[in-house]
Every structure is written in structure tokens, then in C-alpha cells.
């Protein structure tokens, strides 16, 4: 029997190891060629100090200088000498160069287009290599635009165990990847991506938690609830999405079916235009409060557009709470970000 341990490096890229119970996770990794920074090899040194973020294992011996008790409290352990007791996902203090490791890049066959709404594609990949690629509900890759030299970054909004994975796509005038999804893409057109990465992604739910989505930053949401329906979780999860306009909304039938099947979920949405047809007009804020945040003890997860991001930081600083965990991740249309350091 053996674990699988996700590390996470600090340039965001993510590499997937499997790790027996009886050895260590740096021995694990330099099997696999990953080579994490360390010196002694023996608990002696701290070089190679990780936070374990999900899971559990035993820290082995090491000294007090090398890893102390506050430390190892907050979570903190040696990779040289932990041994895992499940799967674990291990934030690693360097970047992927340093470890003389890389992202992969898969190939694979679109599979589906679907036009959500005019202002929505959601496209889905068969990959040559699925068993080769292993991610966190949260995570990104980078998807190179057929025919351009240009990558986006998309989450994806399946679940990991999905064998066909799938993105959403907010589509913009002038974006390289919206011209390409609305106007040439063709199922059986072959296509390019590069990760997994980012530091976004689902931590074992401890307490209850509160998603927050903006727009398409449902999609790593999604990934999520997938992952919950098939490893319920045994704390309240609830999520608010908000968008601009009604055609924005995407995905509510599949919110409605998790509340059925993920135990303790709920939703709730809201648009922003004051003609929409939505219960509730205007923007997330307005459906957050102490309650929807107990009072603190609540993981936070949230993934939007940069002001909305910037604007959820604030409500929550002005309710006086102070999350527990509070995990975030902006995203801005390529095509917006050109125009923008263009003018």
C-alpha cells in the first residue's frame, strides 16, 4: 500500500509522488527525481521544513533547532523523516527549478463545446495520458491557444477522479482562446496544457466552510463540490456566487443537484444589474455576514475577479472576523489585461 503526497512548490507548481508507509516523503520524492532541498537527511538541519496542509503522518525524530514544537503544532514537519499515515499535500519552501522538476504538459482531444450563455463556454478535454495527471479541486493549467502561441490559465471545473476534465471560459471581445472556443474550435481538434499549479485548492475541511465565486471563478468551486459529493464532508459547506448580468449565470441546476447529494451544502446567488430577474440583486457582500462566517470559524475560499476579491477582504475586515483560513485566488481575462497595458 502506498500514499499519494501532492507537493507544492512555491512557483505553483504541483507534483504528485506516491509514498509508502514505511518510507519517508524526501525518499519518496528523489525515487521520483524530485529533488527537495535538504542537507542532513536526518531531522538535524531544518533545510527541508514543509507545511503539511492536508493529511496526516508521522514526524519521525529530528531536534529541537531543526523543527520546534510550535512549529510542528502549527503543522510543520521534515520530509526526511515523515512517513505517511495517509495522503498528504506538503507545501514546499522553493521553487520547482530548485528541485530540478518541472510542470508536465499533456496532450489531449477537445471533446465538447457547450455554449452556456453568450458570455460562457465550457469546453472539455480527453487526455492521452489521464492516468498521468493528478490535481487538487482548486487547481489551474495553462492551456495553449491552438494556432496562437499564447497560453491562458484556466481551473478546472471537474473533479479530480473525472476522467473527461473540463473549463469554463468567460468569453471576452478580442481574447485569444474566446476566438478560438466561438468561432474555429471542433471537437476532435487537439489541444496542449501545462501544470497542475497554484496554491488554490480544496484543504481538509475541518470546520465549516464558505466559498465565495465571482463569474467563471465558479469553476474551481465546482471542482470542489465534485470532490465533496464522492468524500462528504462532515461540516457545513455554503456558497455564494455572484455575476454581472443574468446570462452570466451559469451551472445553478448543478448547484441544486449538490445540495442534494453533498451533506450540508447550500447556495445562494445574486446579480448585479438592477433589471435582473434574481431574488437577490447586487453583489456577494450583501449575502455575507457573521452568521454565514460563524463567526470566525470557517475556511474561506474565494475566487474572482480582482476587485471583488479586494471588496469580500474588506466587508469581512469591516465585520470585525477574522476567518480561520482564508484562501484566495484573482483572475483577470488575458484580453483585459492586454487592453489595459496597451492604453
Known amino acids: 500500500m502506498s500514499f499519494q503526497v501532492a507537493l507544492n512548490f512555491e512557483d505553483g507548481i504541483t507534483r504528485f509522488i506516491e509514498c509508502r508507509p514505511d518510507e519517508t516523503v524526501a525518499e519518496a520524492s528523489y525515487k521520483a527525481r524530485i529533488n527537495i532541498p535538504l542537507d542532513c537527511r536526518d531531522g538535524a538541519c531544518g533545510t527541508c521544513k514543509s507545511l503539511c496542509e492536508s493529511g496526516s503522518y508521522d514526524g519521525g525524530d529530528y531536534i529541537e533547532e531543526a523543527l520546534s514544537d510550535d512549529e510542528a503544532a502549527q503543522g510543520y514537519c521534515l520530509p526526511c523523516q515523515t512517513t505517511p499515515l495517509s495522503d498528504l499535500v506538503l507545501r514546499i519552501p522553493s521553487s520547482s527549478a530548485a528541485a530540478k522538476t518541472a510542470a508536465i504538459t499533456h496532450t489531449a482531444t477537445l471533446a465538447e463545446i457547450r455554449r452556456h450563455s453568450p458570455t460562457t463556454v465550457e469546453f472539455a478535454l480527453d487526455l492521452d495520458d489521464r492516468e498521468a495527471l493528478d490535481f487538487l479541486p482548486g487547481q489551474y493549467v495553462n492551456v495553449t ?136 440583486k447586487g453583489f456577494v457582500t450583501n449575502l455575507m455576514d457573521t452568521g454565514t462566517l460563524h463567526d470566525g470559524d470557517a475556511d474561506v475560499y474565494l475566487c474572482g475577479p480582482p476587485p471583488m476579491v479586494e471588496a469580500v477582504r474588506g466587508h469581512i475586515a469591516s465585520l470585525g472576523v477574522v476567518p480561520a483560513s482564508f484562501h484566495y485566488e484573482k483572475f483577470t481575462p488575458a484580453a483585459v489585461r492586454e487592453t489595459a497595458e496597451a492604453a
Not at 149 to 178: K, N
Not at 194 to 219: E, I, K, S, V
Open 145 to 280: 491557444v491552438p494556432g496562437a502561441d499564447q497560453t491562458r490559465a484556466y481551473s478546472f471545473s471537474s473533479g479530480p477522479d473525472r476522467r473527461r476534465i473540463s473549463f469554463l471560459v468567460r468569453t471576452v471581445p478580442g481574447g485569444a482562446m474566446s476566438g478560438y472556443l466561438t468561432e474555429r474550435a471542433r471537437v476532435g481538434d487537439r489541444l496542449q496544457f501545462t501544470g497542475p499549479m497554484g496554491g488554490f485548492y480544496l484543504r481538509a475541511l475541518t470546520r465549516p466552510a464558505l466559498l465565495l465565486a465571482g463569474g467563471t471563478g465558479l469553476a474551481p468551486l465546482l471542482s470542489m463540490l465534485e470532490y465533496l459529493a464522492q468524500k462528504p464532508p462532515a461540516h457545513p459547506v455554503h456558497l455564494v456566487y455572484g455575476v454581472t448580468t443574468d446570462e452570466d449565470l451559469v451551472h445553478l441546476d448543478t448547484l441544486d443537484e449538490y445540495t442534494e447529494i453533498v451533506p450540508g451544502f447550500t447556495f445562494d446567488h445574486c446579480v448585479a444589474d438592477p433589471d435582473s430577474m434574481a431574488r437577490n
